[in-house]
C-alpha cells in the first residue's frame, strides 16, 4: 500500500509563485520516477515536468524556465517550484511516482489526490 498526499496550491496573481509538494508513505522498496501533471476542463492530463531517480529533467516547453522540479529520496518527496505563474497556469495538478513495493515486484504507478493551482488578477 502506498499513499501520496500533494500540498502547496492555492491562488496567485501573474508573476507569483507556488511550491507544490508531494510525500509517499507506506511499503516502499524504491522510487523511481516522480512526475507532475496537470489537467483542466476540456483537455487531457499534460505532463508537467519529470525527474528520474538519477536527477535528470524534462519541462513541458510551455513551462520551461519558469518551473522546477527537485527530489528529497530520503523523505519520498518531490517538489515543484512555479515562478512567473500566468493564467494558463491554472489548473489541477497531480503528482504521479512509480514505485517498487518490494525487492522482488515490479514497479507500479501512484497519484497524487490533486491540488488546485489558481492565476488570476
Known amino acids: 500500500q502506498v499513499q501520496l498526499v500533494e500540498s502547496g496550491g492555492g491562488l496567485v496573481q501573474p508573476g507569483g509563485s507556488l511550491r507544490l509538494s508531494c510525500a509517499a508513505s507506506?511499503?516502499?522498496?524504491?522510487?523511481?520516477?516522480m512526475a507532475w501533471y496537470r489537467q483542466v476542463p476540456g483537455k487531457e492530463r499534460e505532463l508537467v515536468a519529470l525527474i528520474t531517480k538519477s536527477g535528470n529533467t524534462n519541462f513541458a516547453d510551455s513551462v520551461k524556465g519558469r518551473f522546477t522540479i527537485s527530489r528529497d529520496n530520503a523523505k519520498n518527496t518531490v517538489y515543484l517550484q512555479m515562478n512567473s505563474l500566468e493564467p494558463e497556469d491554472t489548473a489541477v495538478y497531480y503528482c504521479n511516482l512509480r514505485v517498487q513495493v518490494t525487492r522482488t515486484s515490479g514497479s507500479n504507478d501512484y497519484w497524487g489526490q490533486g491540488t488546485q493551482v489558481t492565476v488570476s488578477p
Open positions: 507506506g511499503s516502499i522498496f524504491s522510487v523511481n520516477t
